[in-house]
């Protein structure tokens, strides 16, 4: 599924946790790892000046080596690309590439912590690979797979996040099928009538149940998995899930 992993790297605190995620999952996936740096083009537009020529030249091989050293080290190749858009040119240049998955960093925040920044959130919209994002302070605390959750509702897309984490995980690793359940009664009680709401909320933990039991059959044979059915506002519900000893979490996307 990943036979070649992109990293945006930058040299930042976010870019090295980025790789240390990437060379992570090459190593597991025997894939290989290109580490790719954006430089703003040397024209001028209606919001960023011209560069002059030797200040374009020096941001060049500026970015060439900060990447040569860090693809060196981690036996990465590397590329650079000019574009006027840090996401544009990362998406450009991962499709150029046949990139199969695009690993980004976090906006600065406290260790731990996931939190897309802006090239992240732009991309996640529209990138035609997998998108994976390192938590903050990842390249300092190690971390490994030991345990990978599946967000799962039965969609084709889930079913494509559960491909992703069989084939990252192997066999060592504990595998938790997560699904969510609508609580209408909690979440729009205060509209007046609860009753028909509270049957909603029954109908969904069934739903929820059938995916967890349907999604749990397609496993490969030997393969089990831990069948977690938690309730609320999936996005929500799915953050509180990942603090419970998640070291991986795959997502579909729409």
């Known amino acids: 599924m990943f036979e070649r992993i992109v990293v945006g790297f930058d040299e930042s605190d976010g870019s090295r946790d980025a790789l240390a995620l990437a060379k992570q999952l090459g190593d597991r996936l025997e894939a290989d790892l290109v580490l790719v740096g954006v430089v703003p083009p040397p024209v001028g537009g209606s919001l960023i000046p011209a560069l002059p020529a030797n200040a374009f ?7 060439k080596v900060g990447l040569k050293k860090a693809a060196d080290e ?5 590329e650079v690309v000019e574009s006027s858009s840090a996401a544009r040119g990362l998406e450009e240049l991962t499709e150029t590439l046949e990139g199969d998955l695009l690993v980004l960093g ?21 990138a035609r690979c997998a998108i994976a994002l390192a938590p903050a302070g990842f390249s300092k605390s190690g971390g490994d797979f030991g345990t990978i959750g599946v967000a799962t509702d039965g969609s084709p897309e889930s079913g494509q996040a559960l491909q992703a984490a069989l084939e990252v995980g192997g ?4 595998l938790r099928l997560i699904t969510i359940a609508t609580d209408f009664a909690d979440a729009w009680g205060f509209w007046g009538s609860t009753y028909a709401l509270s049957e909603l ?8 149940e059938q995916t967890l039991s349907g999604t ?4 490969p ?28 979490l795959c997502v579909g996307s729409r």
Request: hydrophobic share 40%; glycine share 10%.
């Open 221 to 248: 044979e030997g393969v089990e998995a831990t069948r977690v059915m938690a309730e609320g506002v999936a996005a929500v519900a799915l953050r509180e899930q990942s603090a419970q000893g998640l070291d991986l």
């Open 106 to 126: 976090c906006a600065r925040t406290d260790p731990g912590p996931v939190r897309a920044g802006h090239k992240a959130r732009v991309l996640m919209q529209g």
């Open 216 to 219: 749990a059959e397609s496993l």
């Open 201 to 208: 909320g029954e109908a969904s933990r069934e739903q929820a």
């Open 74 to 78: 981690f036996g990465a190749t590397y």
């Open 171 to 174: 066999d060592d690793a504990e």
């Open 57 to 63: 030249t020096n941001l060049v091989e500026q970015a």
